[in-house]
């Protein structure tokens, strides 16, 4: 399973778009990138999962890289509701996510 | 409709007590998983189900844990002789089929264990 690499925390205002980066340079051409977030005292909910192209689904937009080295994770509006820890795990199966200590988001009212 | 859920939601056990932490997955979701997440930490893989059938327990981390699912559907952790470094949280998630491909994991709200 790829490595990721991710900011351990970032602020975004509210009603502004939050861009959540990831580093997954060894992420080999079958492994996907997927993303989970954790609220707190809550257990972590999927969000939107990519392999070569961009994603975009009712709760977010992933920008996956040409090379597929970074992805960004976007939530376009975001609410003091998505205050949250963002996961970001490169994995070939999914019987093992690899979470590491993602990023806090903290939204700024 | 019902997610998946877990009980005890707290549970403090005294060191060298054996604790059972309870998982039911939602119906019909083939996959369970079990996760150790330790305070300001990221869910860690302690094992998974396919059915009843555990393929995967390399994240264990000593045989004082074991894990069941006898029917293929409700789970059950054990730590015996609990030590203060089993304190956690304890996540379980199902998913609707097996890993040959991904399916999204569902998570329950976990179960906080506390080793005095």
């Known amino acids: 399973d790829a490595k990721t690499t991710q900011p351990p925390s970032m602020d975004c205002a509210e009603g502004r778009a939050a861009n959540l980066p990831c580093n997954h340079s060894t992420i080999s051409g079958n492994e996907y990138v997927y993303w989970y977030r954790q609220i707190h005292s809550q257990g972590p909910q999927y969000i939107i999962h990519g392999l070569k192209n961009n994603e975009t689904n009712e709760m977010a937009s992933l920008i996956i890289t040409e090379d597929r080295k970074s992805s960004t994770l976007i939530l376009p509006h975001a609410t003091l509701r998505d205050t949250a820890v963002y996961y970001c795990i490169g994995t070939g199966g999914a019987n093992n996510l690899f979470f590491g200590t993602g990023t806090r988001l903290t939204v700024i009212p | 409709g019902a997610g998946v859920s877990q009980s005890p939601r707290y549970k403090v056990a005294k060191r060298g007590q054996d604790v059972a932490l309870r998982c039911d997955p939602i119906s019909g979701h083939v996959s369970l998983f079990w996760y150790q997440q330790a305070l300001g930490q990221g869910p860690e893989f302690l094992t998974y189900f396919q059915n009843e059938a555990q393929l995967d327990k390399s994240g264990l981390p000593s045989d004082r844990f074991f894990a069941e699912r006898p029917e293929g559907s409700v789970s059950t952790l054990k730590i015996q002789r609990t030590q203060q470094e089993d304190s956690a949280v304890y996540l379980c998630?199902?998913?609707?089929?097996?890993?040959?491909?991904?399916?999204?994991?569902?998570f329950g709200p976990g179960t906080r264990l506390t080793v005095l």
């Open positions: 998630a199902s998913s609707l089929g097996a890993t040959s491909s991904y399916n999204e994991q569902f």
